[in-house]
């Protein structure tokens, strides 16, 4: 046993899995002693298990499997995270313990699985043991069935889905093993009892013998239903409830409880969905239109049978049901319309919902079918339209129903009523809402006065059942005009009705509910009100509410019976005038009634005083307000003459509507004479005053139809314009509530139309009121006015914009027995029912008649171009009726399958057609949204996004008339969102994010998209993606976090953690659900009176309630009445006025209680990686108190755009509210750190511009940033310095460079510092080059803690494994070395030796030989520098660690200075005239192609300019460079570049400038191409003239030097960073300009100058940049001709060659990356040419060795990167065998044994080029002797000449002194004069042809363009000097040893040894200039100055004989000049 000891020692969890069996069954004990013992359920000991678990129940030891599995079910009855291992354990226990022989196990097993069900996890569980019952092994089998059951009958059927379990039932009873079909036997009783007879249809199919012994089974079960008797973790509230009722006594639940359980299951759900639509005959469609009825039939039997299925699956039945349709409406056959019928009931029984789509289309048709009298044809047709019923909603219907109301047909109208009956029995008070009620009781109403009594029967039974169900206190409104014999009938119907399911009716009980006090009755309806909840307080009295709008009498009980609760009107019967007369005598003084009719008007008044009098001390309750104001009437009445007495008289009759409770029979009586007085100057005042107090009593909508149709009946002007203006009046005191627009509309257009101009300004200024309420649509019932009018009508209109309507100062007085109930209700079900929408108030057109089936044929006809006749038929249709009803027959269907036409036209115009609908048919158009709104939506997934685009714009138009409820409710949405189309999704998600957040309630159907939302959150498409994350959180609004986190469950592993963690976030910014418009109860909060329509013109601010949510406001707040309605505008309204508000709130000392609340740790500080949501939510707080509220919403939307509209806002505001601003700083900031977490760019971007506007202002206003303000933002800033986008990084940087002006340098550095640590590269490098940035702007004193310090961590990063780094460290070191010169070795302490190398080469680089600069400032000099307060400090800190850069910005100050002028008046600024200024954007405008040159006023510039106007080229029609574009620029460009080399400084400043601008913008710098050559000679004409003159002139600034230097190289280093425009740049004047700048480079006395160390900084980067830039093939040749000019030149610097070649240098080493872009050919030719002036002899003899090393180097290069093929690149060098190049070359290639065409044997091998050279020596003596031969014989003289010439030419280094010296001096004066004439004769000829080696160098170098280039005209010039004489051949020193030629050897050898050198074509220019100057500065010296040797007429072909003339005429010029 020693092999226990080892195991024993053994951790649990490693005995677990041991190889002993022992092993392991001791661990399974222990751990279960373990698992019983551990208390915290979230202990971390659990994870240790959560892998084993499945081994503990997979074990294969029998007896160790037994305490496993008793381990295993510890753990997931105590573990937390049990959960997760569901998947695994339990198809472990289906497999490997369920086929255990030993009970115990399997017992334990299906204890395993229970227990899994109890933490929640039961739809894995179950689909595991589904799984289970597939398995071969019965046994598994069989207890997978018993362990389902158990589940059941322990958890219920809420916990366990039946629906998979049903569909595998039947399966089971086919099994061979008897076993497993006992226990489905068994399974299936089990069921049974919890769901009933649901589950026969599924199992109707199996074997007749089973089927009887279930049924036998069924039949013993108890009929109470089962209770659940486990519960799930979740339920432990429900456990409780039971273990209490079990310990009572068992069945004491009540019996609400036991039906909800029993209603749980619908059989339908149990079924398999069938597919009949492919099953249907192929020939149903011909068959059912055959002459023959037998056809016919056939068809329809077929189809009869396939929709006899149960379930049907869903598909496109719109042809079918039209098929059915048309038999059921057209077919003569009886017999074959009960068939169609049944069909019809079965397709929608089996479709349920999907069937809604069609349900419009067939009920018209089936409702006119019932004029059949046959019993069997109506009750299918019943049956039929039962089932249509039970698809869609009454509301939906309701227009069908009451489109037949009217029919003549008894029959329709009974049978529709029945219909309705039967249809309110499946209601609730919920779906039967009042909306749909009302218009169906008034035409329900009319039936029960029907002459045929079966009609008025079934008019009984329909209102008797409304009654039932919606409660008699809803319905009897409706039936106030029905005498009580009608009404009991009806009651007593309602006794009758059993409504499904044993509801009880809302009405308590038929009669039972009048007995009860009115509230108590209120109390008991159940509050299922689909209005806001008000109305469910309202009790069932109604007293006190004015009839329907109508305003007719009603029949109650009369005065006096007005405070009985129950009395239903406040309506009296009109009294006779006895017994008014008995009712004043009763109240009024004898006196006072014998004086009313008196003819004394003194008596009347007096009598008037005492009337009054009685009234004001009258009881309420006891006034008879009819009799009083019959009193009145009397005569004189309302003629009476005296104005006092009337005065009185409608004073009192005001008392009276005020005091008494006054009906409208009463009202009736006196507004006639009121209305008569209204215009009357006198009494005016008091008849409106008593309308007004009528209005009161009796609701204002009906006084004021009542009083304008009286107005507008009679003919006084006067009395219509006061109507209207009281009535304009009365609308804003009373509010808009409840008034019938239609009422008195007509009569507004009359008085539109009146002559009397008062009249129509009253209308109009009415009609303005109205527009206040009901917005926009108010002008659609004017639109066919005259148009003068209407412009009137929209200038009141706009007057009106955007104010908001007052709130209602009155309102309708309530009689006291109903005040807070009665009015309530009746207010609710006008506008609850859209009373107020205006859309309900137009007069609309049916155009139904108008589809007729040939439209419909046309529409779907195959040609395209007929089927847009049919539309175009439709729209017209459509827009000529402008308003129309819901029904429109067969439209939807033809209109459905245009949505997806292949002829895109058409569907746009289908698009088109259907938001036309929208518009014209307003609200009715919800019940279209199945069949035609979900295909728009099919629509968004097009390809093209123009039709998209138009898709969207009708869904939006359709939502808006629709509201959302419809589009949500059902499986259509989701069925969209399932198909895998991107754009679709995109669309479609985006939509749904707009829309949720504005809704309160969604149907509990959105929950069906949540699958597909998941899906589209691993979408392929990133812009589904986007749109997904976007919706999340919107969904999580209306189905909670937790449904949704449920949802996950069935998702993947792997997607199913990425989408928790979405959820997460999105639980952060989930919106929260809008408000809801008002409060339960009477005094709800009445947010304002405006009538909702206002939202339709305006949507009320952010919140964008869409439709519903719309109306229930208008039904609600628009209905409050009582002190509560005196609160201001809505919401919506008051969020627009505040906009206009201060955004921030400057609360004193708020910062500073911020700042010590943080310090003494009472808040968070501001310190994160990423923000938490507990800072969001401390930020929100503390903002809320100093931001605008709007604002702070808008800051914290979850919508991105959201925060780019209030960055916008706060930009605006940054100048007004800068005081607020600064006192908000903090949090401001604070917010913006949040936005640069996150990913949006556009936000990222507004956030940088606010910023920089930001810093601006602080500085402007002198404000320096606290310690807390930068510690909470600066680090975050320094984050984004590492963006990968650059334009985020360039505008991170200008921040930085601003925050130093607010926030001291020396506290940005550790920022910075900390800054370089991160891991993101190019944030290190960009810190790095701000912290040198620091040092160069700031001196050493920045550097904190000390500069060693942080100088030790700066260099760290030179070891940096990223380039920019290692490069941003070195240079920030080099610019401390600048600083601190030396001591930087010490500071930065020990580096490696690769670092120090690097360093040091770097330092060397910067240094340009000059001793180390001591610190550049002192110290005042440095404080000023921190806080500039000159604008041109700012200069002196640069965005990037980029020499130029910072010039750039110098030279950019220049220009800005040099605009303005502002500053300086010195004559050293001239102010620049417009004139000078090259303003592209006009050139390009400018089409023509002449270009007129600007005057230049002030300056005499045309002697100046005159040399070097350069004459427009002859041939540029052949130039590819010239378009038309440049046409017109030319000349402009031409100007300015010749001023570039003007000798006034400020001239060239000024045209640099403008070249600048032009180069600076990438779009405009193409106009300067092909003009680069002349602009860089122009350039380096200055670069000349300052070096020789301006910086030895001692009167100049030196301050405008370096600045005219900064301009020239800014404006450099922008040409040579755009390569396409640098490599334009030809050779010879990249050769000049090297030369330039190295000469500048070098020069001394730039030292001396402040700044100067600078500008030749930047000359060294802009060196590179030249290098790097141009054309490569050019470069290098032009480097090794001017290596070739410094070697010869003695007098220029021995300094200049060695820069060249370390130009070289650098070149080589770009050879490997450059090589297949340059021409080999060329420099091969140049290296030849430079060979043949310095062979290697003469090279080895110089100074140094670097050049002859350098050559070997390049050649070397060249050698190893092309092999052997170089040696086909020696094209064009003439004679190659004798050139030292070729032999070089072969000598390199060799080695490497590749040698091409070159054989030569072993022994020669060795030898290579010397034996060569030996044989050439060799030879060369035998060549010569030869050729002197010849000279010397008088036949080949001539011949001699040319061999001795062309040999001299070839071996310029050749000696023929030995054969010169023993000849007399004649001969070899003979000799020289032959080799002269050879040579001038060969010049000559080249003149004419272009000579033999050069041309192909010069066109190689040129190309065809270079003709036109200026230099050539210098060049051809330059010629012509020569030959008139005006240029000496003998050199003069260049004036700033710029001259870089040899000086004068003896004559033959230079004639003979000329070089080919290439012309410097810029120094002819030069020279001009120069002595322009010097003219004009009067410096006479020589004549010849600068003029060059005539060997350079070699190199550029001369000029042709035509431009002769023209240059003679400018040389006259020029030496007229001169003299």
């Not at 429900?238 to 209603?263: C, I, M, P, V």
């Not at 490696?1392 to 180390?1412: H, N, V, W």
Request: net charge neutral; charged share 30%.
């Amino acid at each position: 046993m020693g092999d226990d000891s080892e195991w024993m020692k053994l951790p649990i969890d490693q005995k677990c899995e041991h190889k002993v069996w022992k092993a392991r069954l001791n661990g399974y004990e222990e751990a279960l002693k373990l698992f019983q013992r551990i208390e915290d359920e979230k202990s971390p000991e659990w994870g240790k298990y959560l892998g084993l678990i499945k081994k503990f129940v997979t074990e294969s030891n029998a007896v160790a499997q037994l305490k496993g599995l008793e381990a295993a079910l510890a753990f997931i009855e105590n573990a937390h995270a049990a959960g997760k291992t569901t998947g695994e354990v339990v198809s472990g226990v289906v497999t490997k313990v369920f086929n255990q022989p030993k009970a115990r196990a399997k017992e334990l097993g299906t204890d395993i699985c229970l227990m899994y069900i109890e933490i929640e996890k039961a739809e894995v569980v179950q689909d595991e043991l589904l799984k289970g019952l597939d398995n071969k092994n019965p046994k598994i089998v069989v207890a997978c069935i018993e362990t389902l059951r158990r589940a059941l009958s322990e958890f219920g059927s809420k916990i366990v889905t039946l629906k998979p379990v049903v569909k595998v039932l039947p399966k089971q009873f086919e099994s061979r093993e008897k076993a497993v079909r006992e226990e489905a036997k068994q399974l299936a009783v089990e069921i049974y009892k919890w769901i009933r007879d649901a589950l026969r249809p599924p199992l109707q199919n199996i074997n007749s013998v089973q089927l009887k012994e279930l049924e036998e089974e069924w039949v013993k079960l108890p009929s109470s239903p089962p209770k659940q008797t486990r519960f799930l973790r979740s339920q432990q509230d429900l456990k409780a409830k039971f273990e209490q009722q079990q310990a009572q006594g068992g069945d004491q639940s009540d019996g609400d409880e036991e039906e909800e359980t029993a209603a749980a299951v619908d059989p339908y759900e149990l079924l398999e969905a069938v597919e009949i639509l492919s099953k249907m005959p192929k020939d149903f469609y011909e068959k059912i239109e055959a002459k023959k009825w037998q056809e016919r039939k056939e068809a329809l039997e077929a189809i009869e049978a396939l929709t006899k299925n149960p379930k049907l699956e869903n598909g496109d039945y719109g042809d079918l049901v039209r098929a059915l349709k048309k038999v059921v409406g057209k077919d003569a056959n009886v017999m074959l319309v009960s068939m169609a019928a049944k069909c019809l009931a079965g397709l929608a029984a089996g479709l349920r919902k999907k069937f809604g789509t069609y349900a419009g289309q067939v009920v018209p048709t089936i409702l006119e079918k019932f004029k059949e009298k046959k019993p069997q044809v109506v009750q299918a047709l019943q049956e039929a339209i039962d089932a249509i019923f039970l698809t869609t909603t009454l509301q939906n219907l309701s227009e069908d129903v009451l489109g037949v109301m009217d029919n003549k047909n008894p029959s329709i109208k009974q049978q529709a009523s029945l219909f309705l009956a039967r249809s309110f029995r499946h209601c609730t008070q919920a779906t039967l809402p009042k909306s749909v009620l009302k218009p169906l009781c008034a035409a329900l109403i009319k039936q029960v006065n029907d002459s045929a009594p079966e009609v008025r029967d079934a008019a009984f039974e329909a209102l008797g059942t409304a009654m039932k169900v919606v409660g008699e206190k809803a319905v009897n409104p409706f039936l106030a005009d029905l005498d009580k014999l009608k009404l009991d009938k009806i009651k007593e119907c309602a006794d009758k009705v059993e409504l499904p399911g044993g509801r009880k009716g809302a009405g308590g009980g038929g009669g039972a509910a009048e007995k009860k006090p009115a509230a108590k009755a209120a109390a008991e309806a159940p509050p299922k009100s689909s209005a806001p909840p008000r109305k469910t307080t309202a009790a069932a009295s109604k007293a006190a509410a004015g009839p329907s709008k109508k305003g007719k009498p009603a029949s109650a009980a009369g005065g006096k019976a007005k405070k009985a609760p129950d009395s239903k009107e406040v309506a009296e019967t009109e009294l006779s005038m006895e017994v008014c007369e008995d009712l004043a005598a009763g109240v009024l003084p004898a006196a006072c009634l014998q004086q009313l009719d008196s003819a004394n008007w003194k008596e009347r008044l007096a009598s008037m005083e005492e009337f009054q009098r009685a009234v004001e001390t009258m009881d309420k309750a006891a006034m008879p307000c009819q009799a009083l104001v019959r009193m009145l009437a009397k005569k004189p009445g309302w003629k009476e003459t005296n104005f006092q007495v009337m005065q009185m008289k409608l004073h009192i009759v005001a008392l009276i509507a005020q005091r008494g409770q006054f009906s409208k029979t009463s009202a009736s009586l006196v507004l006639d004479g009121l209305v008569d007085k209204v215009g009357d100057i006198k009494c005016g005042g008091n008849a409106k005053e008593g309308l007004t107090a009528i209005g009161e009593a009796c609701s204002l909508p009906w006084t004021a139809e009542q009083v304008v149709s009286m107005a507008f009946a009679q003919k006084n002007p006067k009395n219509q314009a006061e109507t209207l203006n009281w009535l304009a009046n009365a609308m804003k005191e009373f509010g808009f509530a409840g008034i019938n627009v239609k009422g008195f509309i007509n009569n507004v257009k009359t008085a539109l139309g009146a002559t009397n101009p008062a009249v129509r300004t009253a209308a109009i200024a009415l009609l303005g009121v109205m527009y206040l309420y009901m917005g926009a649509p108010l002008r659609m019932f004017f639109e066919d006015e005259k148009p003068a009018l209407l412009a009137q009508i929209d200038a009141e209109f706009e007057k009106m914009q955007g104010q908001s309507p007052p709130a209602p100062i009155r309102s309708t007085k309530k009689s006291s027995a109903a005040e807070e109930d009665g009015d309530d209700g009746e207010e609710q079900d006008e506008d609850g029912g859209g009373g107020q929408d205006i859309m309900d108030l137009l007069p609309r057109t049916d155009i139904c008649d108008k589809i007729t089936s040939d439209l419909v044929s046309k529409i779907e006809d195959k040609n395209w171009k007929i089927r847009k006749e049919g539309l175009d038929e439709v729209a017209g249709i459509i827009s000529e009726a402008k308003f129309i009803t819901a029904n429109i027959g067969e439209l939807p269907l033809a209109l459905k399958g245009r949505l997806n036409d292949s002829n895109k036209i058409l569907v746009q115009q289908t698009l088109t057609i259907l938001q036309q609908l929208a518009t014209a048919m307003g609200p009715g158009l919800k019940q279209h949204v199945k069949a035609l709104g979900i295909p728009v939506i099919t629509v968004l997934g097009d390809s093209k996004p123009n039709v998209r685009t138009a898709a969207m714009t009708t869904l939006q138009a359709w939502v808006e008339q629709t509201g959302m409820k419809d589009w949500l409710e059902g499986e259509d949405l989701s069925e969209e969102l399932k198909r895998e189309n991107p754009f679709l999704r995109q669309e479609l998600l985006g939509w749904l994010a707009e829309k949720l957040p504005t809704l309160r309630t969604v149907p509990g159907d959105l929950m069906l998209c949540v699958p597909h939302l998941y899906a589209c959150l691993e979408d392929r498409n990133g812009d589904v993606r986007k749109k997904a994350q976007d919706a999340l959180p919107t969904f999580m609004m209306h189905l909670g976090y937790d449904k949704m986190n449920k949802a996950t469950g069935k998702l993947k592993p792997a997607s199913k953690d990425q989408v928790v963690g979405m959820l997460e976030k999105a639980r952060a910014v989930m919106p929260a659900k809008p408000a809801a418009p008002a409060k339960a109860g009477g005094k709800g909060s009445a947010e304002t009176s405006r009538s909702a329509s206002a939202s339709r013109s305006q949507p009320a601010g952010d919140e964008g309630d869409s439709k519903p949510e719309v109306k229930k406001v208008r039904g609600g707040a628009a209905a409050k009445k009582g002190p509560a309605g005196k609160k201001p505008a809505a919401k919506g309204q008051k969020d627009d006025e505040d906009k206009s508000g201060p955004i921030f709130t400057l609360i004193p000392n708020a910062k500073e209680q911020r700042i010590k609340e943080e310090k003494q740790l009472k808040i968070l500080k501001w310190n994160f990686i990423t923000p938490r949501d507990e800072y969001v939510e401390q930020l929100k707080t503390q903002m809320s108190t100093c931001f605008a509220k709007w604002l702070q919403d808008e800051l914290f939307h979850f919508d991105f755009q959201r925060h780019v509209k209030a960055i916008g806002v706060m930009i605006e505001r940054l100048e007004s509210e800068s005081d607020a601003t600064i006192g908000c700083l903090d949090l401001i900031l604070k917010w913006f750190t949040l936005r640069f977490f996150d990913t949006n760019t556009t936000v990222l971007m507004k956030v940088l511009e606010y910023l920089k506007l930001l810093f601006a202002m602080l500085n402007r206003e002198n404000y320096h940033l606290t310690e807390y303000e930068a510690n909470s933002f600066v680090p975050y800033l320094i984050l984004k310095v590492g963006e990968s986008k650059d334009v985020v990084r360039k505008d991170v940087r200008a921040i930085l460079g601003m925050l130093c002006k607010v926030y001291p340098a020396s506290k940005v550095f550790p920022f910075l510092m900390e800054g370089t640590k991160s891991k993101n590269s190019k944030q290190r490098a960009e810190c790095l080059e701000e912290l040198g940035c620091l040092i160069e702007g700031y001196g050493m004193n920045v550097c904190q803690p000390t500069p060693a310090k942080s100088l030790k961590e700066i260099a760290v990063h030179i070891g940096d494994r990223d380039t920019s780094v290692r490069n941003a460290a070195l240079n920030t070191v080099v610019a401390v070395y600048n600083v601190c010169g030396d001591q930087v070795y010490k500071l930065i302490g020990n580096l490696s030796e690769k670092d120090m190398s690097m360093l040091e080469e770097r330092i060397k680089r910067s240094a340009k030989k000059t001793p180390a600069a001591p610190p550049k400032q002192s110290a005042p000099e440095r404080s000023q520098r921190e806080h500039p307060t000159n604008p041109n400090a700012t200069f002196l800190r640069k965005p990037a660690q980029e020499d130029p850069n910072k010039l750039k910005i110098m030279y950019r100050t220049y220009r800005i200075q040099a605009r303005q002028n502002a500053q300086h008046s010195e004559s050293s600024h001239p102010s620049i005239p417009k004139e000078f200024q090259l303003d592209l954007d006009m050139i390009e405008m400018d089409q023509s192609r002449v270009c007129e040159l600007p005057d230049l006023v002030q300056h005499k510039l045309d002697e100046l300019l005159e040399p070097i106007m350069i004459p427009e080229p002859k041939m540029r029609a052949v130039s590819p460079h010239f378009d038309d574009l440049h046409n017109s620029t030319a000349s402009t460009i031409n100007f300015v570049i010749s001023q570039v080399a003007s000798g006034d400084i400020n001239t060239s400043i000024q045209a640099l400038a403008q070249i600048d601008e032009v180069l600076r913008q990438e779009d405009k710098a193409e106009v300067m191409s092909g003009h680069i050559d002349q602009f860089l000679i122009a350039t380096i004409m200055q670069l000349r003239l300052t070096y020789s003159t301006h910086m030895a002139d001692d009167r100049l600034d030196k301050k405008d030097i370096v600045k005219l230097y900064s301009c020239i190289i800014g404006n450099m280093l922008s040409l040579f960073s755009m390569e396409s425009l640098a490599r334009e740049a030809s050779m010879g004047v990249l050769k000049d300009l090297m030369h330039g700048l190295m000469t500048l480079l070098l020069d001394g006395r730039m030292e001396d100058i402040e700044d100067g160390t600078q500008v030749i900084r930047s000359v060294n980067l802009l060196v590179i940049r030249v290098l790097e830039n141009s054309d490569q093939t050019n470069m290098i040749s032009a480097l090794l001709v001017l290596l070739q000019d410094t070697l010869i030149s003695t007098a220029g610097s021995p300094m200049v060659s060695e820069l060249v070649m370390k130009c070289l240098w650098r070149m080589i080493r770009f050879l490997p990356e450059t090589i297949n872009n340059i021409n080999l050919d060329r420099i091969l030719l140049d290296v030849h040419n430079f060979m043949k002036v310095f062979p290697k002899e003469k090279l080895k003899q110089l100074k140094s060795d670097v050049p002859h090393r350098t050559l070997k180097t390049l050649l070397h290069t060249l050698c190893k990167l092309t092999g052997a093929k170089i040696l086909d690149h020696l094209s064009m060098i003439e004679n190659r065998n004798e050139s030292e190049l070729e032999a070089h070359l072969r000598r390199s290639v060799k080695p490497s044994g590749n040698l091409s065409g070159y054989k030569s044997d072993r022994g020669n091998e060795k030898g290579g080029l010397r034996s060569d050279d030996r044989m050439s020596k060799a030879k060369v003596s035998d060549i010569l002797s030869e050729i002197f031969k010849k000279i010397g014989s008088k036949e080949n003289t001539k011949e001699g000449l040319t061999e001795l010439y062309e040999y001299k030419q070839k071996y310029s280094d050749a000696d023929l002194e030995p054969f010169l010296k023993n000849t007399s001096q004649f001969f070899q004066s003979y000799v020289e004069r032959g080799l002269r004439m050879i040579e001038s004769e060969r010049e000559g000829k080249a003149r004419i042809q272009t000579s033999a080696v050069i041309p192909q160098h010069d066109s190689s170098l040129s190309g065809s363009n270079e003709e036109l280039k200026p230099a050539v005209y210098y060049e051809r010039l330059k010629i012509l000097r020569q030959r008139q004489g005006l240029e000496n051949t003998s050199r003069q020193q260049g004036v700033g040893g710029s001259d870089d030629e040899p000086q004068q050897r003896p004559a033959i050898s230079s004639l003979l040894s000329s070089k080919p050198s290439v012309a410097s074509s810029t120094d002819m220019l030069h020279s001009k200039l120069s002595q322009l100057k010097e003219s004009r500065e009067l410096y006479q010296q020589e004549h010849n100055a600068h003029s060059h040797s005539p060997t350079h007429g070699h190199t550029r072909s001369a000029s042709p004989a035509a431009n002769l003339d023209d240059l003679k005429k400018r040389l006259e010029r020029i030496k007229s000049n001169r003299q």
